[in-house]
């Protein structure tokens, strides 16, 4: 049971985890995880992400699932927010393109342009289909 | 495994081939292998881009260069200046491509950046499996505002004052079935939230469910309380595990923060959720059948009066609202009726949010304010039909709705205007449609849908969605005469007056909405024949085209059921009566000889 005041202290504590504007203390790595992103393969992007920031012990960067982000075909999704940046979104990510992401967007503050969205007059160009002949 | 320092896209679609791609194609090979590149450089065909106008199109990762109007003779510079030199050739640029392509925030991208998301504010930004994510963002304090400074009819007050309009398609303002149900006086009263979420395509309820679950729980407390409910039962479709989990751990976090159960904040008010699953049946979205589902018996719907406002779960009052109607009331009391009503039209406020499905590019769901056009949704947030297609209909309300044409794209959302024009807003699902889709293959499909979905009770439903789907398959198998048309409208019209429930009273919607519309093409089905978009399988003829064709037999030896027969070097022909229209020949011709009409 949480009185008014409890839940009010949870409030001030928890609004600089989820903060998606500039004035963040600590980084946050968003994984899109529902039935859209599961479906495209978010698990194990989840699964490198959260390795790959044990592996390097890294401070302050909390690694959580969420909800649809709104554009399904584009997921698997990442999203970064590191303080004092904007949000970075990355889309149809993958086991290793994420891993990439940890290393250099993460660590050293490398926006990975290759993974980001490529917007043409209003189309997302980095999304498409392979042709065989 | 080979590593490639680079990927050369080309676009293989139909636009960008016919002004040239594979020539393109053929020249970087070329180009590649003749700097000694093949083991670094990847050429890769995609599909259409959707930019046909700057078509051909060559896309250089990992700089993202995009280069459009790209001419064959342009590739031996392309390939050694950028692939060589590493510098990108600025000439071939898309000149509004060079300094805004790279968009690096979901949020700045033109259409998302439209969006007012009020009931999915949350979603894609909290973790929903921690209440405390939900705290963060002002959760639960509507509840505490409500509960400790308004009373129940103050809360009613609000809603009314808001606008708020049911959002699982029926649009009844929420305000006022609350009122009624607070006014009834019982011992017990419950409320409910739908969770079903039955429409094919729809998937909006699904994602709040899975990306923000403590707005329900949040709402439904504040619709018991003013309501004087203490009971609320949530009914999802089995077929959504997730959201069933997420639920669950939504429910079993407030309850350990005293949020559900007794004495909620110390304020002596007692509220509990449970959960109830579906068991796949559209029908059990429907309010009376819903209620009947959860008290065990077989899920058929009950005539209204009484409606449940007024004698509802176990003959008790009962308010049932869509999820959401329910992610829309938190910030209705957070930050006021006056907030809410000031997004939207006259007569519909707020938002909707609507699930894109179909032959749109940007598949997802987008949020918008009432008022906007449709336009706008299927071009500017949906991204437009891919494969440089053309826009044929759009089908809101799922298979209680009707098509929407081009003549009224630019009718403004709101739920009178949509049916005045043989439509209706729905729970939301938006399948859009193309040149390729056959309108009244539509109307068969979704007939199909409901007459399996009729529960059985009414003779009108029962037996005329059956007697619809009958008619529409002897027209889609060419079988059709005139006479059936106007038998079909005259059955549809009978059938809308007199079903029990709303299956049954919309399921004929596709019919008379597509009959309006696109009776050019039932017109073509039944006189000629002919399935102008090319999907009735029994309207379409393959042939052997003489002049590609080189009498080389491979289509015969591919064809499962022996239709085709001629000599090597000679003559090939299909057996219109043998043929099952597979398709397997006009797969296998070498020479693209064999063609579908």
């Known amino acids: 049971m949480k009185s008014i005041q409890e839940l009010e202290a949870i409030r001030k504590k928890t609004i600089d985890n989820v903060n998606q504007r500039k004035d963040r203390t600590t980084t946050r790595i968003v994984v899109g995880m529902a039935t859209c992103g599961i479906a495209a393969g978010a698990r194990p992007v989840l699964l490198s992400i959260i390795d790959e920031v044990k592996k390097l012990g890294l401070p302050d960067v909390s690694v959580v699932q969420t909800g649809c982000i709104g554009v399904c075909r584009l997921e698997p999704i990442v999203e970064v927010i590191r303080p004092g940046e904007e949000k970075v979104t990355y889309i149809k990510m993958t086991a290793e393109k994420a891993k990439r992401i940890v290393d250099e967007h993460v660590v050293q503050g490398k926006i990975v342009d290759e993974y980001v969205m490529h917007v043409v007059d209003g189309k997302v160009v980095n999304d498409y289909t392979v042709q065989k002949d | ?597």
């Open chain 2, 1 to 597: 495994m080979e590593f490639y320092r680079s990927q050369v896209l080309v676009c293989g679609g139909t636009g960008c081939t016919s002004s040239g791609s594979k020539d393109i194609l053929a020249c970087l090979k070329t180009e590649v292998e003749k700097r000694g590149l093949e083991k670094e450089v990847e050429l890769i065909r995609t599909g259409c881009f959707g930019l046909c106008e700057l078509g051909p199109i060559v896309i250089v990762y990992p700089e993202g260069a995009f280069y459009s109007h790209v001419k064959p003779e342009d590739i031996p510079e392309l390939v050694e200046e950028h692939l060589l030199k590493g510098r990108i050739l600025k000439r071939l640029i898309y000149h509004d491509a060079i300094e805004d392509d790279k968009i690096k925030s979901l949020n700045k991208v033109g259409f998302y950046a439209k969006q007012e998301r009020i009931a999915l504010k949350n979603c894609g930004v909290i973790d929903p499996e921690n209440i405390d994510e939900y705290l963060a963002f002002d959760g639960y304090k509507a509840l505490e505002k409500a509960l400790t400074t308004m009373t129940p009819q103050d809360v009613i007050d609000e809603m009314k004052k808001s606008g708020l309009r049911g959002r699982g398609g029926g649009g009844f303002p929420t305000g006022l079935k609350w009122e009624f149900a607070a006014k009834q006086k019982n011992d017990q009263k419950y409320i409910i939230c739908n969770a079903d979420e039955g429409d094919p395509g729809a998937f909006m309820d699904r994602s709040v469910l899975e990306g923000d679950p403590h707005v329900v729980l949040e709402a439904m407390a504040i619709g018991g309380y003013a309501i004087g409910a203490n009971m609320g039962y949530i009914y999802v479709r089995a077929e959504y595990p997730i959201a069933v989990q997420r639920l669950e751990v939504a429910i079993k976090q407030a309850r350990e923060y005293g949020l559900l159960g007794e004495n909620i904040l110390e304020t002596g008010f007692n509220f509990d959720v449970e959960i109830r699953l579906g068991a796949g049946a559209f029908v059990c979205g429907e309010e009376t059948a819903l209620m009947q589902s959860i008290e065990g018996k077989r899920g058929m719907p009950t005539p209204k009066p009484p409606f449940p406002a007024v004698s509802g779960l176990w003959e008790k009052p009962t308010v049932i609202n869509n999820v959401e109607t329910y992610a829309n009331i938190p910030q209705i009391i957070a930050k006021g009726s006056e907030w809410f009503s000031s997004i939207g039209t006259e007569k519909s406020k707020g938002t909707k949010v609507f699930a894109l499905g179909g032959k749109i590019t940007n598949t997802g769901l987008v949020e918008i304010p009432m008022g906007t056009t449709l336009r706008e949704v299927i071009y500017e947030m949906g991204g437009g039909i891919p494969k440089g297609k053309k826009f044929k209909a759009v089908q809101t309300g799922g298979p209680s709705g009707g098509c929407i044409t081009t003549e009224n794209l630019d009718i403004s959302i709101e739920y009178d205007t949509l049916v005045s024009i043989g439509s209706m807003m729905g729970s939301g699902g938006m399948i859009v449609m193309d040149e390729d889709n056959c309108m009244v293959d539509v109307a068969r499909f979704f007939l199909d849908f409901t007459r399996d979905e009729s529960c059985g009770k009414c003779t009108p439903c029962r037996v005329g969605t059956k007697r619809l789907l009958e008619m529409l398959e002897k027209i889609t198998e060419g079988k059709g005469t005139l006479e059936d048309l106007d038998k079909l409208e005259h059955l549809a019209l009978e059938i809308k007056s007199s079903a029990l429930c709303g299956l049954g009273q919309t399921a004929p919607n596709p019919v008379l909405s597509t009959l309006k519309y696109f009776r050019d093409e039932y017109i073509a089905h039944v006189v000629d024949k002919k399935c102008p978009a090319g999907v009735c399988k029994a309207l379409l003829q393959y042939t052997i085209m003489d002049d590609p064709c080189k009498k080389c037999g491979i289509c015969a030896k591919t064809c499962p059921v022996g239709a085709i027969t001629g000599k090597v070097k000679e003559k090939f022909v299909i057996d219109q009566d043998k043929c099952v229209k597979c398709g397997a020949c006009m797969e296998k011709c070498p020479f693209k000889a064999i063609v579908k009409k």
